[in-house]
């Protein structure tokens, strides 16, 4: 059974924008199912060489063959122990925008809950590793940068389509949605 991979705010508000997208969950979904296949068929494919060239030859090359064969059979099945972990990584980059705040991801920390009362402003990451992300700015001084709102890279893991304002060339759509939310959060059309 695959994992669930929506995103779920850690509040009671109103969604009114959430990443990972389902078009990027059902991508990431077929992508490991993918991965795993590959995996079984290569680990099947080698390990019957191996096999094969123990029982059949009687040289050594045959059993060099087989040894040879192992490498990729180990590889095989290393790659089905670590594809759980991959698919937790790759999914850790929530971000959901609700009427009562954001639920975003710093960077190796666990998610956290940004109640609209204590936005002081939104802004972007300036650093190498995020450049891009989008920066909630509390209140209190706190700077939490969100994993998955900045262009999408090796750090980030963020799904391009959510990244991208429909034309492409805008802000991205998390930034667009949470500036979007703040503002009229602001002006008093959600319920406080």
């Not at 068929?41 to 390990?47: P, R």
């Not at 790659?79 to 850790?92: D, E, F, V």
């Given at each position: 059974m695959a994992p669930d991979l929506t995103p779920h705010a850690l509040d009671d508000g109103d969604v009114l924008y959430a990443t990972p997208t389902r078009a990027y969950r059902s991508l990431l979904h077929g992508t490991v199912r993918a991965i795993q296949v590959l995996a079984v068929?290569?680990?099947?494919?080698?390990?019957g060489a191996a096999i094969w060239a123990l029982v059949a030859s009687e040289r050594s090359d045959g059993a060099?063959?087989?040894?040879?064969?192992?490498?990729?059979?180990?590889?095989?099945?290393?790659?089905?122990?670590?594809?759980?972990?991959?698919?937790?990584?790759?999914?850790?980059?929530?971000?959901?925008?609700?009427?009562?705040?954001?639920?975003?991801?710093?960077?190796?920390?666990?998610s956290r809950h940004v109640p609209w009362d204590d936005v002081d402003h939104l802004a972007q990451e300036e650093s190498s590793r995020l450049r891009g992300a989008l920066v909630v700015a509390t209140t209190d001084g706190e700077r939490i940068s969100a994993t998955g709102t900045g262009p999408a890279s090796a750090i980030s893991f963020a799904p391009l389509p959510a990244l991208l304002a429909p034309n492409g060339r805008d802000a991205p759509a998390p930034h667009a949605a949470a500036h979007a939310a703040l503002d009229l959060y602001r002006s008093g059309a959600f319920h406080r």
């Open positions: 068929a290569l680990l099947v494919i080698t390990g060099l063959f087989a040894v040879v064969m192992v490498i990729p059979a180990l590889g095989s099945l290393l790659l089905l122990a670590l594809t759980p972990r991959i698919l937790r990584t790759l999914h850790r980059t929530v971000f959901v925008v609700t009427t009562e705040g954001l639920t975003l991801t710093p960077l190796h920390e666990p």
